[in-house]
């Protein structure tokens, strides 16, 4: 949702999307990411993918709770970008 916000937010300068693991892995932090850019219909803004697991921890997902792509059961269009 953070990123919504700022892609919404005229204050906001959106140069690039860093993706890393967390609610999900990190390959489908990319396709979210892709997703959303291009459901909110923004130019080519680069999606990066970094860290697949954390530095000092070991990977916990949770889509128990946020679902099997990470964003709740919400249904994005297939991003036809690339990370």
Request: net charge negative.
């Amino acid at each position: 949702m953070a990123l919504a916000y700022l892609l919404a937010s005229a204050d906001a300068e959106l140069v690039g999307i860093a993706s890393t693991a967390g609610n999900v892995p990190v390959d489908q932090v990319c396709v979210n990411n892709l997703g959303l850019l291009q459901l909110c219909g923004v130019g080519p803004i680069p999606v990066s993918r970094g860290a697949s697991v954390p530095l000092v921890a070991p990977l916990r997902t949770a889509e128990d709770t946020h679902g099997p792509q990470g964003l709740g059961y919400a249904e994005l269009p297939e991003p036809s970008a690339e990370a």
